[in-house]
């Protein structure tokens, strides 16, 4: 298999908080970065003939996925991941009610977006729908961040979660459970505030609160990856 492979959403698929050009997720998926990461050697989407198209941009939120992203695409895409709907959520940070209407709103424009890509890709292209993570690691607090704690905060990213995943059973979208993989590697394991992108510890896969750094930008890929093989 062959083709476009295109990158819609967020910081969680970008460069920019990786450690420089080719080192975040939608890059490392397209073409592995040998020097960090020697044991994904072959694994990667140029090595199977794959051009790509990142479209995804800091501080982007779902209607930005919808108005701003789609449009760009000139070609059809063979493989697309989305991440969308953490931007959403921040901006109602500590505030219950108004983050549940974030999650309405992200469902209800994912609706749309996860239409226009089935109808472009065709029934064989390939959508991957990714899980918001959580930095407090299920704890609703982040010390060293400026934010106060939000104890409801972990629930509402599950509620989150459960309508992307909704979204992509919908629409015939697989699911890489970004939330799943990255448990234990936000507070549990470090200062997810802390601005090095390359943390020598490995196990700490956030930088500035919310990005993934170098190894969460890996872990992203290999959730991608995994799901694009496994399932489905």
């Not at 697309?80 to 309405?104: E, F, H």
């Not at 992509?168 to 799943?180: E, K, N």
């Amino acid at each position: 298999m062959s083709g476009l492979y295109v990158a819609l959403g967020d910081s969680m698929s970008i460069d920019d908080y990786a450690g420089g050009p080719g080192r975040g997720a939608a890059r490392l998926l397209h073409r592995n970065h040998v020097g960090d990461f020697p044991d994904w050697a072959g694994r990667d989407l140029a090595g199977a003939g794959f051009d790509v198209a990142v479209l995804a941009r800091d501080g982007a939120v779902a209607a930005d996925v919808l108005e701003r992203q789609l449009p760009l695409l000139t070609r059809t895409p063979a493989v697309v991941t989305v991440t969308m709907g953490g931007n959403d959520l921040m901006a109602a940070y500590g505030d219950d009610a108004a983050a549940r209407a974030a999650i309405g709103r992200v469902t209800a424009i994912g609706e749309a977006i996860l239409s226009r890509l089935r109808s472009r890709c065709g029934a064989a292209g390939r959508i991957v729908v990714s899980t918001v993570y959580d930095p407090s690691d299920g704890t609703g607090e982040v010390p060293g961040s400026g934010l106060t704690p939000w104890p409801n905060g972990p629930d509402l990213v599950d509620t989150l979660n459960a309508a992307l995943r909704d979204l992509a059973g919908r629409h015939g979208a697989v699911v890489a459970d970004v939330h799943r993989r990255f448990l234990g590697h936000g507070v549990r394991a470090g200062d997810p505030a802390s601005p090095e992108s390359r943390p020598v510890d490995r196990n700490l896969w956030y930088c500035g609160v919310i990005e993934p750094n170098a190894w969460g930008a890996a872990a992203i890929r290999a959730a991608w990856w995994h799901t694009l093989h496994d399932g489905g």
